[in-house]
């Protein structure tokens, strides 16, 4: 079951979030796999959406925020587009966009940013927006502070982070066919002016980016965790194995109803409508043409398939309805 871990270290001006994915990674690989247009993502592109994934939902439950979280990776490469939203609730749905040829072995850069025009958005969409509120976005390039080019995800995120909020964030991400996962640890704002307010000068008057001990240290042991133990360790094993010196407090995990889950918004009901609104004449045009309607959604890739009895039932249908027993296919 997918979830989600808070804790906090005691003391300390530090806080951490671990995220595993497993039956709501399988889902969104799933629908995709399912799609015969497109089949199933290449590794790279799979491992690189599952671990945009696990990071948005990270940062979903990191910040106090109702609304929805879209984090973007877009560019020049042949992943021209990926992104997931993650709702307040934890209902979440992802995808990428596949042009080209994706190499066996191909990271981040060639993916998405082969000549430098990459970019990341991360944009925070109120579920109650006043008149005139428009979604927060902030955006900034595959490039880190030296000019080069940004080689993971991870990376990306921490500049991201370091960038928008000014504090110290490490990220540690991994997916594979099975679990998409995650281990956030970030500096907890100071009281005064280090805040979210985007000052970083402390009570003090000390810069506090980089230079906290507390977190130097724990962010040394958060890094030390490999890909296949974040992939394979449950959590008490992982906080054990890395923090075993520390004090920490845990919140209760979110998982089942409170936890992360798949959801998106297409339906049979939805697509029987969008044929509906064709009209019959032209339906039964492309009917006479292709035999069947075949719609995926756009998001999900998901494949809706209505035949010539399916499609036509709509118009005879008082209210144009669906009926509650037809599948996807």
Known sequence: MSEVHKFIFNGLPVRGIVVRLTDTWVEILRRRASNTSVGAYPVPVRDMLGELVAAATLMQANIKFDGA??????????????????QSDFSLRATA???????????????????????????LDPKTKFPGQQPYQGVVPLIDSKGQQIKQINE?????????????????????????AGLLIQRLPMQGSANLSGSTVG????????????????????????????????????????????????FEPLRG?????????????RVGRMILSLGLEETQGILH??????????????????????????????????????GPH
């Not at 979280?69 to 993650?86: I, N, R, S, Y």
């Not at 042009?99 to 993916?111: E, N, Y």
């Not at 990306?156 to 998409?180: C, F, K, P, R």
């Open 69 to 86: 979280m879209v984090l973007q990776v877009f560019g020049d490469g042949p992943v021209k587009l990926a992104v997931v939203e993650v």
């Open 97 to 123: 966009t596949v042009i080209g040829t994706v190499d066996d072995k191909a990271a981040l850069s060639p993916m998405v940013n082969v000549s430098g025009a990459g970019r990341c958005a991360i944009t």
């Open 156 to 180: 990306l995120l921490e500049h991201y982070m370091l960038q928008s909020e000014q504090l110290d964030t490490t990220l540690v991400l991994a997916a594979n066919e099975e679990v998409a």
């Open 203 to 250: 009570q003090d008057g000390d810069d506090q980016i980089g230079l906290n001990e507390d977190y130097n240290r724990i962010a040394v042991l958060a890094s030390s965790l490999k890909r296949n133990e974040l992939l394979t360790l449950d959590v008490d094993t992982i906080l054990h194995r890395l923090f075993w010196e520390e004090h920490i407090t845990r």
């Open 257 to 269: 109803a409170s936890g992360p889950r798949f959801s998106c918004s297409c339906s049979r009901e």
């Open 289 to 326: 043409e292709r035999g069947n309607i075949e719609v995926a959604c756009e998001f999900c890739g998901l494949q809706y398939h209505f035949d010539a009895i399916d499609a036509l039932q709509l118009f005879a249908s008082p209210e144009g309805g669906v009926s509650a027993g037809s």
